[in-house]
Structures are given as structure tokens and as C-alpha cells.
């Protein structure tokens, strides 16, 4: 792809001077940049270049939208697994459908192999960004982590595991009143606990860092795992280091997975104590020893907010359920351009030859009209099936924003539940323990009284008899106590149990709905979006063939002095 160096006009490679201005071409640094991928999104500058992918800012030429499209590097357009892990990445956080969640609007395949995703347009910065300048403070720290509590509760409520939150993938964008908020990025090896397909054997992913001792040692790790990543992350706010330092890889997993860290609040002092604590909670080695689920986090946060005073998030969704609506739909206004261009082609033969245009100029013209108008209804055609792509999605999105608030509330029900069998548990351990301990001192006590049995022969009633008699009444009445209450305690841990595999059975239930639905959808979709591409992808063959029509039409009028106001007319309108 070139460029003209003075009015930015994207030209095909082959071309050599500017129709306009008469400049020489160059070549862009980036040869996609001015491209459309899609039939619809111009690629119009880099934002950020990865090891396997580069984001761009671009537009969507049908729809009045801004969005980053990220582009698979093209060394790994023939690796098959990375190409499914982009797909994977789309297809997780689509269907998360979360104010806290990256928004992905398209993907689609490249023409030279490889994939692409099309997502909001961001403006802000990472929290890694953010945590160069030091230690953050605790009220924003606790704004920051209640947004990303909400973000792993919707995503494991689905079933799917980030198992790459580090600081780099939550990025800080700003709400109306300047206040932070959170989106999580890069679902790339973000995993749904159903899909094998793509993790090999001895296959470790993540940042070393941030890594869970179960992440490690297994690739089957579930959804503590991501909690155990906000814990470092939250030490690492407001602690202002890592919870360890380590100088290799090996390193930082032994401390992972052996070595206690120092508590958070000996390096911040004013740190209060719930929330130490619950960061300690979150960094226990073991999964069944940290806080149940996301869900419980959440509550945890928002409670240590409230008592410090500390302003909460909005849970408010609008701004999510705002994006339902459908974008407004843009004429083709490259059409438009063209024609306004042809109208000044028009008026310089009139000016330049009064008696009569040479004919070879009034052909190229004619060609030049007749292919405006054959774009322009190629255009008008893919505005039209984009509309009615619009209309897919936006049942697509009402369908995911009513089912997602539906395993929110049951998400929610569950986390109590959990909380209520670990409670149940515990009270069931320590009323087994006392039964035991019961049992063991009747067996104690069914001893003396058989050594006083002996003594006795049933010939002399020793008063010992008696009292070892009496003493052993005493154990089977506290041991029949107790085995009553353990018995209790046994029918909670029951109860606790079948009312979360009734919650999880009903949350599973709207979870194959979500499915069912994304696969209707996406079914639709496809027959629209390949029109749009087609048709986009059609008419940009046609502007570029313009391109090399108008640079031939300009080329011997560009030295008449009398036409240098149509060039300047036609500058401005690049501009």
C-alpha cells in the first residue's frame, strides 16, 4: 500500500504520483495500514505490536463506529492452534457480555491465511502503566478490584478461566466523572473448562509472576486460579512490589508453590486488616483455602468499601445495554467524494478545452462515472446488509445481556451457597471430632468399669462399680448429644450440597441456552457478513482501478496554470 505524502490519499502498490497534487508516492512503514479487512474496517493506524499480534485503530466504513482491530502476525498465519486461540479468544469474551469485558464486535479470517478481531477502541491506560509510578492507593485500589471481581465472577459463572490476569490485561479506561473503569483484555489462553483441544500435555501458559502453585503442577486448573492472580495483583498495588522476588522462571515458581510472602501490611502499615487479610486469603496455596468464588471476593471488597467509606462502582449496565442498540449506518461516502470529484473532472475539460474536450479524456471520464456509479451501488448494497447484520446482532446481544443477568442472580445464590457448606463442613468436622473424642471416653470408661466388674464378681457391690457406672451414663448421654448434633450438621452439609447442585444445574441449564442462542445467531450472521465482505471487498477493487483512471485523467491537465485552482478544490476535499 502507498501513500501520498501531502493529502494521505491510500493508493495500490504500482501506482507512482498522486492524482491530486502530483506528489510522489511512498510506501508505508505498515503495508496494512489503509486497508479494509472485512469489506468494512479501514486499518488507519498502529496502536500496539505484540509477538503474535498488532492492534490497530480503525474505523468501520458502514457503521459510525471507531474500533482496534487486532491482526495475527503474519509468521503465524499457518499455525492452526494460535489461529483457534484468537478464534477462542473472540468467541470468550463475546459471550461474557460484561461492562467490565472488552467488547469484540466481529473476527473474521485474513486473505493470506491467519485471523483477526475487531473490539471497542480504548482510551486510557493499563494498570501495569499505572503501577509504575509506585503504589496505588487503597480507595482506588479497591474501585480497581471490585470491577475485576465482577469481570472473573461473570466469566466463571460461564465457565470460562482467564489464566493470564496480570496488570498488563486489566486496562483503566475513565467513566463520565473521571473515575476508573476496568476492562479486562486478552481472553487469548483463556479457557473454558468443557475445551481440551487446545492444551498439550506439559503445556504451561501465563506469566510466571502471577501463576497459581496449581497452574503450575496442572493444566487443570479451574477457577481459583484467577483469584489467586488478583491476590498478587492487589499486594502489588498496595504494597508497591510483588509479594517475591525471583531471577528465572524456575525460581518464581518454587516461591509459588513453597514460600509464604511477608503480609502486605508490612510494607503499608495503614493497610486495614480485612483487606490483608483477604489478600493473604487469596494467596493460599492451597484452592480450597481461598475465598469460595469471585462472587465472594466481590462481597468482601464491596463490604471492606463501605466500612472505610469508600466509594463503590456502579453496577449500572446501561452503558453496556446502550451498545444493543445498532450503530447508525453511514452513507458510502467515498461514493460521495467521487462524485464531487467527477463534477470537478467535469468542470475542468470546460475549463481547459471550451470548444471541446480531446476525446481520449472525455473516454476516461466516462469510464471514471461509469465505474463511481458501479461502486457506489456496491456500497448502497453492503450499507443495506449491514443493517440487516445490525438487526442480527442486536437480537444476538438481548438474547446474551437476558441470560447473563439471569446467571448473575443464580451465580450469586451459588457463591452463598458454597460459603454455607464451607461453614457446614467445618461445623460438621468439629462435631465429628467431639463425637470421636466422646466415643473414645466411653471406651475409656467402659474399661474401669470393667475392671470393677472383675473385682466385684457380681459378689461385693463396690461403690466404684457404681461410680464407673454412673460415669459411663454421663459419656453416652453427651455422646448421644453429640452424635444427635453431628447427625444435624450431616443433614446441612447435605442440604448445602443439594442446593448448589440444583443452582449449578440451573445455571449449566442457561448456559446451553447461552450457547444454543450464540450458535443461532452466529448461524444467521454469516450469510450477511460475507455479503458485506463481498461487496466491500468488490468495490475496492473498482476504487482502486478509479485511482489509476483518475491519475491517467490528471496527468496532462496538471500543467494547464488555468486548472490549478480545481487541484487545490480537489486537495481540499482529501483533506
Known amino acids: 500500500m502507498l501513500s501520498c505524502p501531502q493529502c494521505k490519499l491510500k493508493y495500490p502498490n504500482g501506482s507512482k504520483h498522486c492524482f491530486i497534487d502530483g506528489a510522489e508516492l511512498e ?39 471507531r474500533c482496534a482491530v487486532k491482526v495475527m502476525n503474519e509468521q503465524y498465519a499457518r499455525d492452526e492452534v494460535l489461529c483457534e486461540r484468537f478464534r477462542r479468544e473472540a468467541k470468550s469474551a463475546q459471550k461474557l457480555a460484561h461492562l467490565n469485558i472488552i467488547e469484540i464486535f466481529d473476527q473474521g479470517e485474513l486473505p493470506e491465511g491467519g485471523v483477526y478481531l475487531v473490539m471497542e477502541l480504548l482510551e486510557g491506560e493499563t494498570l501495569a502503566d499505572l503501577l509504575d509510578h509506585g503504589k496505588v492507593a487503597v480507595n482506588r485500589t479497591l474501585a480497581i478490584a471490585i470491577q475485576i471481581s465482577r469481570a472473573l465472577a461473570r466469566a466463571h459463572d460461564l465457565e470460562v478461566i482467564h489464566r493470564d490476569l496480570k496488570p498488563e490485561n486489566v486496562f483503566l479506561a475513565r467513566n463520565g466523572d473521571g473515575t476508573d473503569l476496568v476492562k479486562l ?16 500435555m506439559g503445556e504451561v501458559f501465563g506469566t510466571p509472576q502471577y501463576m497459581s502453585p496449581e497452574r503450575i503442577s496442572s493444566i487443570d486448573a479451574g477457577h481459583s486460579a484467577d483469584l489467586y492472580s488478583l491476590g498478587v495483583i492487589l499486594y502489588e498495588m498496595l504494597a508497591g512490589r510483588l509479594p517475591w522476588h525471583a531471577d528465572s522462571i524456575p525460581e518464581w515458581f518454587i516461591k509459588h508453590m513453597k514460600e509464604v510472602p511477608p503480609e502486605p501490611n508490612s510494607f503499608e502499615p495503614s493497610l486495614p486488616g ?21 462472587h465472594r471476593v466481590h462481597a468482601d471488597l464491596v463490604a471492606i468499601a ?24 453511514l452513507p458510502p461516502a467515498a461514493i460521495d467524494a467521487w462524485a464531487r470529484r467527477t463534477g470537478v473532472f467535469d468542470a475542468m475539460l470546460r475549463t481547459a478545452y471550451p470548444a471541446g474536450a480531446p476525446e481520449p479524456l472525455v473516454r476516461l471520464l466516462g469510464e471514471v462515472k461509469s465505474l463511481v456509479t458501479e461502486v457506489g451501488s456496491l456500497r448502497s448494497r453492503a450499507v443495506e446488509a449491514q443493517r440487516g447484520l445490525q438487526s442480527i446482532e442486536k437480537r444476538g446481544k438481548e438474547s446474551r445481556q437476558r441470560l447473563n443477568h439471569a446467571v448473575d442472580a443464580l451465580g450469586v445464590d451459588a457463591s452463598k451457597a458454597r460459603d454455607g457448606l464451607r461453614v457446614a463442613l467445618a461445623a460438621h468436622l468439629t462435631m465429628s471430632t467431639e463425637t470421636a473424642n466422646a466415643r473414645n471416653k466411653l471406651k475409656k470408661a467402659h474399661r474401669e468399669i470393667v475392671v470393677w466388674e472383675g473385682r466385684s464378681g457380681f459378689m461385693e457391690p463396690y461403690a466404684e462399680l457404681a461410680q464407673a457406672y454412673r460415669a459411663a451414663a454421663e459419656v453416652v448421654d453427651r455422646w448421644s448429644a453429640l452424635r444427635e448434633k453431628e447427625r444435624k450438621a450431616e443433614q446441612r452439609v447435605r442440604s448445602q450440597r443439594e442446593l ?58 496538471r500543467a494547464r496554470p488555468e486548472l490549478g485552482p480545481f487541484f487545490k478544490t480537489l486537495e481540499g476535499e482529501a483533506a
Open 274 to 294: 480485612p483487606l490483608n487479610k483477604l489478600i493473604m486469603d487469596l494467596l493460599a496455596k492451597r484452592p480450597e483455602a481461598r475465598p469460595v468464588d469471585a
Open 185 to 200: 483484555l486478552d481472553f487469548g489462553i483463556a479457557r473454558s473448562m468443557q475445551d481440551t483441544r487446545l492444551t498439550g
Open 306 to 329: 463501605g466500612s472505610l467509606g469508600a466509594p463503590v462502582p456502579s453496577e449500572d449496565t446501561a452503558s453496556v445495554e446502550s451498545r444493543i442498540a445498532p450503530a447508525r449506518t
Open 27 to 65: 510506501a508505508l512503514k505498515d503495508p496494512r495500514i489503509g486497508t479494509t479487512l472485512g469489506g468494512r474496517y479501514m486499518l488507519e493506524e498502529v496502536l500496539g505490536e505484540g509477538g503474535m499480534a498488532t492492534v490497530y485503530r480503525a474505523h468501520h466504513r458502514l457503521v459510525d463506529r
Open 500 to 557: 448448589i447442585s440444583d443452582l449449578e444445574f440451573q445455571i449449566a441449564q442457561l448456559r446451553s441456552a447461552l450457547a444454543d442462542s450464540e450458535a443461532h445467531h452466529e448461524g444467521e450472521a454469516k450469510s450477511q457478513q460475507e455479503a458485506v465482505a463481498d461487496l466491500g471487498q468488490r468495490a475496492d477493487v473498482l476504487e482502486q482501478k478509479l485511482m489509476e483512471l483518475a491519475s491517467k485523467f490528471c496527468a496532462p491537465l
